[in-house]
Nanobody, 123 residues
Framework: QVQLVESGGGLVQAGDSLRLSCAAS????????LGWFRQAPGKERDYVAA???????YYADSVKGRYTISRNNGNNTVYLQMSSLKLEDTAVYYC?????????????????WGQGTQVTVSS
């Protein structure tokens, strides 16, 4: 069992940067693949970025070059550094974990979720 708690969301202006954190507790964090997803009002939960247990990173095309996912197994935390934020990045951001080395881009492949943190980008 893994518990995930996101933090770091907020209201920013277009072009700004923001860093999200997701603290995990429970089973050995280092053996889990982790992902970030986001959900805008009225839309489905979309894949944003993921990192394997071994530290290999993956990104959705919409955020590639602007977002960076990283993990610190020492403090059981996964981060999402977001830069050059756009209006369309506005959403609730969720972190997720799956007990495997490799991440997936489909939300249903993750068994553990945080409660989400709101990111709002204004013009």
């Amino acid at each position: 069992q893994v518990q995930l708690v996101e933090s770091g969301g907020g209201l920013v202006q277009a072009g700004d940067s923001l860093r999200l954190s997701c603290a995990a507790s429970g089973r050995p964090f280092s053996s889990y693949a982790l992902g970030w997803f986001r959900q805008a009002p009225g839309k489905e939960r979309d894949y944003v970025a993921a990192i394997s247990a071994g530290g290999i990173t993956y990104y959705a095309d919409s955020v590639k070059g602007r977002y960076t996912i990283s993990r610190n197994n020492g403090n059981n935390t996964v981060y999402l550094q977001m830069s050059s934020l756009k209006l369309e990045d506005t959403a609730v951001y969720y972190c997720a974990a799956r007990p495997a080395n490799m991440p997936r881009t489909t939300a249903s492949e993750y068994g553990y979720w945080g409660q989400g943190t709101q990111v709002t980008v204004s013009s």
